[in-house]
T-cell receptor, first 115, second 114 residues
Framework: SQQGEEDPQALSIQEGENATMNCSYK?????LQWYRQNSGRGLVHLIL?????REKHSGRLRVTLDTSKKSSSLLITASRAADTASYFC???????????????FGQGTILTVHP | GAGVSQTPSNKVTEKGKYVELRCDPI?????LYWYRQSLGQGPEFLIY????????DSGLPNDRFFAVRPEGSVSTLKIQRTERGDSAVYLC????????????FGPGTRLTVT
């Protein structure tokens, strides 16, 4: 079963605009990761945020994590047509401080950036 | 450097047949993961190896599915008596040390059972 709920399911924007995707989860986590997927094939890792971190940046990406609300958001600034893809959050759950190792993915957000 | 590779990239088989899907992890990565992704869904965990042993096989849907990693490198996912519901993209990932941490994914094998 999938832990994450992502919203929106689909997002359509113009080049230059910002895109925000949200992810909620249910269990305690060691970390949360965001991935991008083009054409339903290989996943590209974007960013990892640990449970004791609240915000992280990488280039045009900004990720926030609120463990009290069990939610995360991914912001892509100044979007480009090449950002068109599906975006997934994945949680690395833990118990007693030990990571389970397996990632639990949300259903994803399909982002379309129009030139 | 070489990433995770998976073969074949596409596999079409008839219902009831046996299939093997191969994963070559990044050299030196001790942890290897298999996931399955159905159309329009996120990947779902199947099994995780640390070295040669399966550390967690809780995601395997039933006993038709089996995976091995005999030498701690290449892994093979084996599916017996395939069913149409097994059609999906099967993704393999590896990581340097095991959890927690970043997983590097291969391009996947698209399995179609007719």
């Amino acid at each position: 079963s999938q832990q994450g709920e992502e919203d929106p399911q689909a997002l359509s924007i113009q080049e230059g605009e910002n895109a925000t995707m949200n992810c909620s989860y249910k269990t305690s986590i060691n970390n949360l990761q965001w991935y991008r997927q083009n054409s339903g094939r290989g996943l590209v890792h974007l960013i990892l945020i640990r449970s004791n971190e609240r915000e992280k940046h990488s280039g045009r990406l900004r990720v926030t994590l609120d463990t009290s609300k069990k939610s995360s958001s991914l912001l892509i600034t100044a979007s480009r047509a090449a950002d068109t893809a599906s975006y997934f959050c994945a949680t690395d759950a833990e118990a007693g401080g030990t990571s389970y190792g397996k990632l639990t993915f949300g259903q994803g957000t399909i982002l379309t950036v129009h030139p | 450097g070489a990433g995770v590779s998976q073969t074949p990239s596409n596999k079409v088989t008839e219902k009831g047949k046996y299939v093997e899907l191969r994963c070559d992890p990044i050299s030196g990565h001790t942890a290897l993961y298999w996931y399955r992704q159905s159309l329009g869904q996120g990947p779902e965990f199947l099994i995780y190896f640390q070295g040669t042993g399966a550390a967690d096989d809780s995601g395997l849907p039933n006993d038709r599915f089996f995976a091995v990693r005999p030498e701690g490198s290449v892994s093979t996912l084996k599916i017996q008596r395939t069913e149409r519901g097994d059609s999906a993209v099967y993704l393999c990932a590896s990581s340097a040390q095991g959890p927690p941490g970043r997983q590097y994914f291969g391009p996947g094998t698209r399995l179609t059972v007719t």
